[in-house]
């Protein structure tokens, strides 16, 4: 199947810094692109809908000047966590769709971030 | 909103044994996933539906979608320890692509 990748895995930094987190499509173009969260022992929740060359889409409740998302290329979207805090500890995992490629979501090895 | 209702949450099986897992939706699907997760790590797909009553299997593993399009079954015959992990099922809304999951069932395999 097509391959999705992420970078960093794993990321440990201060709180009140900022994270950039990459999603690279490998093998396929995909002009959209999902950013999910999910917390120890539960289930994936959709933050936004990455678009390229457009403006992303939020989800309900999620703040976007707090998670900005750039999807400057067919095979690259970036999710930056800004001025972290411990709350925003989690495990971050992207999907993305492959440009005519049918409906199929390949999902990225996710970016597990801790704040202290 | 549409909600995705999973069950069980979670099993646990002797090796060889077969199991099913069903996904239940509020509404009718579009598009049904079938992904596997390991603790801390990416999803692997496993497998879409979309048409009612439509059935696929890929090695030991067979999935159904009902002929309403609103409740998805996976099914694992012969379960080896392999198969042992996180199974979530994912709904697309026809709203652009976006999925929504179930809250998973947790698998586990005793050689």
């Known amino acids: 199947g097509a391959v999705v990748s992420q970078h960093p895995s794993r990321v440990i930094c201060k709180s009140g810094t900022s994270v950039k987190i990459e999603c690279r499509s490998l093998?396929?173009?995909?002009?959209?692109m999902f950013w999910y969260r999910q917390f120890p022992k539960k289930s994936l929740m959709l933050m936004a809908t990455s678009n390229e060359g457009s403006k992303a889409t939020y989800e309900q409740g999620v703040e976007k000047d707090k998670f900005l998302i750039n999807h400057a290329s067919l095979t690259l979207s970036t999710l930056t966590v800004t001025s972290a805090h411990p709350e925003d500890s989690s495990f971050y995992i992207c999907s993305a769709r492959s440009l005519g490629g049918g409906e199929t979501q390949y999902f990225g090895p996710g970016t597990r971030l801790l704040v202290l | 909103s549409q909600e995705l209702e999973q069950s069980p949450q979670s099993l646990i099986v002797q090796e060889g044994k077969n199991l099913t897992i069903n996904c239940t939706s509020s509404k009718t699907l579009y598009g049904l996933y079938w992904y596997k997760q390991k603790y801390g790590e990416g999803l692997i797909f496993l497998m879409m539906?979309?048409?009612?009553?439509e059935e696929k299997s890929h090695e030991k593993i067979t999935a159904k979608l009902d002929e309403k399009k609103q409740q998805s079954s996976l099914h694992i015959t012969a379960s080896q320890p392999s198969h042992a992990g996180i199974y979530l099922c994912?709904?697309?809304?026809?709203?652009?692509?976006?999925?929504?999951f179930g809250q998973g069932t947790e698998l586990s395999v005793k050689p």
């Open positions: 539906l979309q048409k009612g009553g």
């Open positions: 994912g709904a697309d809304n026809n709203q652009g692509g976006k999925l929504i």
């Open positions: 093998d396929f173009q995909a002009t959209t």
